[in-house]
Every structure is written in C-alpha cells, then in structure tokens.
C-alpha cells in the first residue's frame, strides 16, 4: 500500500490527495480515488472534504493525525464552527468524518452564503517559492482559499490560480504547481484584507471547543453596541452602527463581498445586533467586531467572552472586554483638541492626526463627535463659495465615466445609488448636498441598479460562464448556487426572468 503523503502547516486535505497523486504517479482521477478511497463515487471537495476517519486512519499513530486534527488543521471548517449551534458543529463533525453528500455546506451556512464565493483557487507567489525552496514542491494553504482574504500576512495581494474552486470534473484533485500558478510579481495589499487575514488566521489556528449559544451571541452583540456608544434608551441605534461600519470598511468593498448594507429593516447589519435565530458568517462577525472592539481585539478572546456571556443581559460580567484605559482615552482626546483647534477638523486629519482621529472613532465615537460639532459650527460660512451648478455637472460627468467604465463587467457588485456616490472623490459633501444636485440625482434615479436588476446581472453571467464551459443541462439550483443567490431572496422579477431561462432552456 503506497503511503500518503504527510500534511504540510496549514494544507488542504484536497491538497494532500492531490499530491498524493503525484507522487505515486496516477494521473487518473477515478484510478487515484479508487487508491485511496476504494471509492470510485468520491467528490473531490475543497473546503469540507468527508471521509476523514478513512484518511486518518492512513496515518501511523505517532503522528497524532487523528479526525479532530486533520478537520481543526486541514480543512476550512474552523473558520465556521465557532458561529454554529453546538448540535450543528457535532453533526458537522460526524458528516466529515464520514459521508456528508454535501450536507456539511448546508449546514454551516456555506451553500447558501450571501458572502462571493471564490471562482480559482489562489495562492501567494512568494509562500509558494519558500515551500519549494522548503519541501521541494507546492502545496494548496487554507488561508489563500477564504473569500474576504485576499492577501497574504506576509507578501501581498494574492493570485488566482487557473483552477476553477468548483471543478466541472468533481472527482479530480489538482496540485498545486508552477503550470496552475504562475510566478508573478504581488502588490501591496488593502488594509480591509489585512485585517480580515488576521483574525481568519486566528480562526483557523482555533482548537476544536464548545460552540457558543445563539443567546449568548445576543447578549454579546447588545453589549457590543452598547459599549460602543450605540444604545440609547435600551435601543439599539442601528443606523449609527451602520455608518460606522460602512465608514470603516467602505460601501464598495462589502458590496464586493456580497454584503452591501442597504435600508431594509431586515439587512444583515441589523439583524446581527438583533435576537440571533441563525449563525452568520465568519466575515460578517469579523466585520462587526473590527469596526466597534478596540484597536487590539483577537478573535479567539472575543470568542472566549462570548462563551461566558450570561444569557441575561448583565454587562458587569463583560466589562473586561470592552476596558479602555481611562489614561490612554485621556490623551487621545487631548491630542485631538490641540490639532483641531489650530487646523479645523478636515485640515487636522490630513496632516498628521489622522490616526487620532481614527482611535477616537473606534473607541470614543460619542466623544469625537460632540467635539467635533462645536468646532464644525464655527466654519459653516465657508460653503457658501462652491458653485453647485458647476459640481453638479462635473459630478455627473464623472458618473457617466464611472458607468461606461464597469458596465460590462458582470462580475461587478450591484451598481447602486451608494456604489456610484461612494466612487466619488468628495462622497460625504455630494450625498449631504444631493438636493442642490439636480443632474446628478436625475443620474441616480436613472442609472442605479435595483436588486432585481443585479440578481439578473448575477445570472446572466453565470449562464454565460456555463455556456462557455460547453454544459448543455443547466440546474436552477446549480445556476442559482453559482450566482450567489437562494430561492427565499429572489426578487419577483429575477424569478420570471430565471422562469423564462429555464423554459427556453428545455425547450433548446
Ligand atoms: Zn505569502
């Protein structure tokens, strides 16, 4: 019996089959599967591979690869379990040990995730060229494969492989290899997926530990807000909280994600803050956390505090999380007078206070802002100069670029009114002056893509994609998987328009 290859630091189960591959030499798919699995039938699936006790059981003992380690080490599954119910991370850990049929993608929110899901598999070019320099040959890392991560801690922006996530051949394992990924230079990367790749690196780090329970969630995230300065009267004020994590992140980037924040009562944002019925995503958490948790936060101690959370809401059990240090706040707070009393606000945050500025929002928001009023009062005069005629035609002008720019680009996010304002250099001035803005509001009424629109948008480039990949039979959950979408938030015109598909489609 030919032995499996042993586990990199941090490389996908996939990953090790794959090399497997290579190594014993088999470039037959069904003939590799039959080798390991004696299984003909098995599906080569990247983030939740099942049948783990098979493959642990490949191993000689003293390595101590045993089911636990090989999930908590080798597969994505710890980047979810800390959200799920406890019952839902034991049957997920059952399903992965043995056969699952999917269900463990169901079940941890992953299928049906509003989040974008990656279309190649990805790699650091740099990480890359230490293992080869390390182990003599590449290898697939969990952290490259995170939708939300899109550089390494180390090197920069990540590349996408040409291996499709969802290969149309579903019992192949590729490697990883200089003819998939090819050498090229990185960029720097964005501050948003630094972040996100480091508490995603924490997660993945996590020991296999007893889920939290929605209740607990509850009161963890009404303490949160309440911390943070956004509970007042005992409500939660949610478009405070939604301002601030816009500000922070920025409309663009979470409608890149999938998770644009609109006004509905029942976005995403709001019901994190509300009674927990369901888990949420790893980046929604993250998301939440980075914006209103001090600078230093950690994702495993938040975890930790959640556990201990009272069902009840009693916020001296959680004091210790949310502690600022009364000196430090002190002498932010001090800095930041000094600067906005000799520069004015905007001045003060482009020469060298920026970072002051940005500390107080986080963790003195309510402070920050009644300061800031008072000395905002004193220079209202000022606007009366701007020529709004002149800003409204140049604005437009720029929207018209903006729109020609990305409309044929399908895989865009949704090209809402927030999107275009957000694009804008001066966004805050135009979308708090949008009355005086005429032309530039007729744009917007005009040109802004409406959900239904973009679900379409959505399809329409999958049902592209699936025609170029030469696939006869289309599946409306299939086309409806691969564009992101579920049945439940279809709107009633993207459901004609998926009708009309499907019927032309049979009749074809
Ligand atoms: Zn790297």
Same mark, same amino acid.
């Given at each position: 019996m030919n032995l499996l290859p042993t586990p990199y630091p941090d490389e996908l189960i996939y990953s090790v089959i794959a090399r497997a591959g290579v190594h014993w030499g088999i470039s037959s798919p069904k003939q590799l599967l039959d080798e390991i699995y004696e299984d003909r039938n098995v599906s080569s699936r990247l983030y939740f591979p099942n049948h783990i006790t098979l493959i642990s059981n490949k191993y000689p003992k003293v390595l101590g690869l045993d089911q636990e380690t090989l999930i908590y080490k080798h597969t994505l599954f710890p980047l979810y379990a800390p959200f799920l119910l406890e019952h839902t991370r034991q049957q997920c850990l059952m399903w992965l040990c043995g056969s699952s049929k999917g269900a463990v993608h169901l079940a941890t929110g992953h299928a049906a995730s509003r989040l974008s899901p990656l279309i190649y598999l990805r790699y650091c070019p740099t990480c890359l060229f230490k293992q080869l320099k390390r182990y003599g040959e590449y290898y697939w890392q969990r952290i490259w494969q995170i939708t939300g991560v899109d550089s390494c801690l180390e090197h920069g922006l990540l590349t996408n492989s040409i291996i499709k996530t969802q290969n149309p051949r579903k019992h192949q394992f590729v490697e990883a290899c200089p003819r998939y990924c090819i050498h090229c230079s990185q960029t720097k990367p964005t501050q948003q997926s630094l972040l996100i790749a480091k508490q995603a690196q924490i997660l993945l780090n996590m020991r296999s530990m007893v889920s939290p329970s929605f209740s607990q969630w509850t009161s963890f995230y009404y303490l949160l807000a309440q911390s943070a300065g956004a509970v007042r009267k005992n409500r939660i004020q949610h478009e405070e909280v939604k301002d601030r994590v816009i500000a922070f992140w920025?409309?663009?980037?979470?409608?890149?994600?999938?998770?644009?924040?609109?006004?509905?009562?029942?976005?995403?944002?709001?019901?994190?803050?509300?009674?927990?019925?369901?888990?949420?995503?790893?980046?929604?958490?993250?998301?939440?956390?980075?914006?209103?948790?001090?600078?230093?936060w950690r994702i495993d101690k938040t975890i930790d505090a959640v556990k201990k959370q009272k069902t009840t809401l009693d916020t001296h059990s959680n004091t210790t999380l949310f502690v600022r240090s009364a000196k430090l706040v002190s002498s932010y707070r001090v800095r930041w007078l000094r600067a906005v009393k000799a520069l004015g606000i905007e001045n003060a945050r482009h020469s060298g206070f920026g970072d002051c500025y940005a500390w107080l929002y986080r963790?003195?928001?309510?402070?920050?802002?009644?300061?800031?009023?008072?000395?905002?009062?004193?220079?209202?005069?000022?606007?009366?100069?701007?020529?709004? =005629?002149?800003?409204? =035609?140049?604005?437009?002008?720029?929207?018209?670029?903006?729109?020609?720019?990305?409309?044929?680009?399908?895989?865009?996010?949704?090209?809402?009114?927030?999107?275009?304002?957000?694009?804008?250099?001066?966004?805050?001035?135009?979308? =708090?002056?949008?009355? =005086?803005?005429?032309?530039?509001?007729?744009?917007?009424?005009r040109f802004s893509e409406s959900i239904d629109e973009y679900q379409i948008r959505r399809l329409s480039r999958?049902?592209?994609?699936?025609?170029?990949?030469?696939?006869?039979?289309?599946?409306?959950?299939?086309?409806?998987?691969?564009a992101g979408l579920s049945e439940e938030r279809l709107k009633p015109l993207t459901r004609k328009f998926l009708c009309q598909i499907m019927e032309i489609r049979c009749r074809d």
């Open positions: 920025s409309l663009p980037w979470l409608n890149s994600l999938g998770l644009d924040i609109n006004s509905s009562d029942t976005n995403w944002l709001r019901c994190i803050f509300r009674k927990h019925r369901r888990a949420f995503s790893y980046l929604q958490h993250i998301i939440v956390m980075a914006t209103l948790l001090p600078l230093d963790n003195d928001n309510a402070w920050l802002r009644a300061t800031n009023i008072e000395f905002r009062s004193t220079v209202t005069s000022v606007n009366q100069r701007v020529n709004w =005629k002149s800003r409204d =035609k140049k604005t437009v002008r720029t929207l018209i670029r903006l729109k020609n720019c990305h409309e044929a680009t399908l895989d865009a996010p949704r090209w809402s009114a927030n999107w275009y304002i957000s694009s804008l250099k001066r966004s805050v001035t135009i979308e =708090k002056n949008l009355e =005086k803005l005429p032309l530039t509001q007729m744009f917007l009424a999958e049902i592209i994609a699936i025609g170029s990949e030469n696939k006869n039979l289309i599946y409306r959950s299939v086309l409806l998987r691969r």
